[in-house]
């Protein structure tokens, strides 16, 4: 298939990106800047220069031919910014209005499948009831609501007859994740990675999964699917879990009371939400290498270091 990327060069962009040069696809990604290209290169693709991805003409002249449109940008800010509103202006435009101009140039050009990265932050907390895509969503955070844009827009693409995907993600960590930066740097305080009740549930995925479950995608009837993997674990087992693969001591996950009493607006981040992954094994035969966090982290933990050994 020949697929047109936006955000290529992100946390999710590249293990998708190279998931699918791998299985064959025909990968053009786009990147902002040349200095970007040659990494895209190294992973099989096609490197696009695209300084302005809100050029509505510049896009279309790149899509050009292309079979399907992939939707992978976000600008998700630091953990130490995110209070801020004003850190979240970029990634509130990417869903908000790029995804209704990459629809629109879609339909244009009569690309055939449209996939778009969403989140499974909005959902409710569901304690330990199991999470699908039939659950309610929750509307009452207003940082979310670009979420709710961007999904509509696949549902705009679907209704005009195109293959639209919507992907909700769980939590990503990965080795080079800045998320995982920010966790190994609250453990110097003994906090953990997770945040909420001790018994609540978290759901999560390791990059390089939902990079495979991108490409899986690329042959997903249209709909809306959870991706996620197979045993989201209680916020206790989690930090647990992160504590052992790093080999630190035991970690304090932040209560709700505590970050309320601090002014924070955690919203989704405190929520128990056991996502069920089942509708997009079944739809695609996709299934996560790292089955659990406990997994997961220990193969974060593992890279990391053979990383600073050949480094």
Same mark, same amino acid.
């Given at each position: 298939?020949?697929?047109?990327?936006?955000?290529?060069?992100?946390?999710? =962009?590249?293990? &998708?990106?190279?998931?699918? *040069? /791998?299985?064959?696809?025909? $990968? %053009?990604?786009?990147?902002?800047?040349? +200095?970007?290209?040659?990494?895209?290169?190294?992973?099989?693709?096609?490197?696009?220069?695209?300084?302005?991805?809100?050029?509505?003409?510049?896009?279309?002249?790149?899509?050009? =031919?292309?079979? &399907?449109?992939?939707?992978? *940008? /976000?600008?998700?800010?630091? $953990? %130490?910014?995110?209070?801020?509103?004003? +850190?979240?202006?970029?990634?509130?435009?990417?869903?908000?209005?790029?995804?209704?101009?990459?629809?629109?140039?879609?339909?244009?050009?009569?690309?055939?499948?449209?996939?778009?990265?969403?989140?499974?932050?909005?959902?409710?907390?569901?304690?330990?009831?199991?999470?699908?895509?039939?659950?309610?969503?929750?509307?009452?955070?207003?940082?979310?609501?670009?979420?709710?844009?961007?999904?509509?827009?696949?549902?705009?693409?679907?209704?005009?007859?195109?293959?639209?995907?919507?992907?909700?993600?769980?939590?990503?960590?990965?080795?080079?994740?800045?998320?995982?930066?920010?966790?190994?740097?609250?453990?110097?305080?003994?906090?953990?990675?997770?945040?909420?009740?001790?018994?609540?549930?978290?759901?999560?995925?390791?990059?390089?999964?939902?990079?495979?479950?991108?490409?899986?995608?690329?042959?997903?009837?249209?709909?809306?699917?959870?991706?996620?993997?197979?045993?989201?674990?209680?916020?206790?087992?989690?930090?647990?879990?992160?504590?052992?693969?790093?080999?630190?001591?035991?970690?304090?996950?932040?209560?709700?009371?505590?970050?309320?009493?601090?002014?924070?607006?955690?919203?989704?981040?405190?929520?128990?939400?056991?996502?069920?992954?089942?509708?997009?094994?079944?739809?695609?035969?996709?299934?996560?290498?790292?089955?659990?966090?406990?997994?997961?982290?220990?193969?974060?933990?593992?890279?990391?270091?053979?990383?600073?050994?050949?480094?």
């Amino acid at each position: 298939m020949d697929v047109f990327v936006i955000g290529a060069t992100g946390e999710l =962009g590249r293990p &998708a990106v190279r998931e699918m *040069a /791998t299985a064959g696809h025909r $990968v %053009r990604a786009a990147t902002r800047t040349e +200095a970007k290209a040659g990494a895209l290169a190294e992973m099989g693709a096609e490197p696009v220069v695209l300084p302005d991805v809100f050029d509505r003409d510049a896009v279309g002249r790149a899509a050009h =031919g292309s079979e &399907a449109l992939l939707h992978l *940008a /976000t600008h998700i800010p630091p $953990v %130490r910014q995110m209070r801020s509103p004003d +850190a979240w202006v970029e990634n509130n435009r990417l869903r908000s209005d790029l995804t209704p101009m990459l629809v629109d140039v879609a339909l244009e050009q009569g690309i055939g499948r449209f996939v778009a990265e969403s989140i499974t932050f909005i959902y409710p907390d569901c304690r330990s009831e199991w999470i699908d895509e039939s659950t309610t969503l929750a509307t009452d955070n207003a940082a979310l609501r670009s979420v709710l844009d961007l999904e509509r827009e696949v549902e705009r693409f679907r209704a005009r007859g195109g293959q639209g995907v919507t992907l909700r993600f769980s939590s990503f960590y990965g080795p080079t994740a800045e998320s995982t930066e920010a966790a190994l740097r609250f453990a110097r305080w003994r906090i953990a990675p997770v945040m909420g009740g001790r018994d609540n549930y978290q759901s999560s995925i390791h990059t390089a999964d939902a990079g495979s479950a991108v490409s899986a995608a690329l042959i997903a009837p249209s709909g809306t699917y959870n991706v996620t993997d197979d045993e989201p674990l209680r916020k206790a087992d989690y930090a647990a879990a992160f504590a052992t693969a790093f080999d630190l001591p035991r970690l304090w996950v932040v209560s709700p009371a505590l970050l309320r009493l601090a002014g924070s607006s955690a919203g989704a981040l405190v929520r128990s939400q056991r996502v069920c992954n089942d509708r997009f094994k079944t739809a695609t035969g996709w299934v996560p290498r790292h089955r659990t966090a406990r997994e997961g982290w220990r193969a974060v933990a593992e890279e990391r270091a053979r990383e600073r050994i050949n480094a």
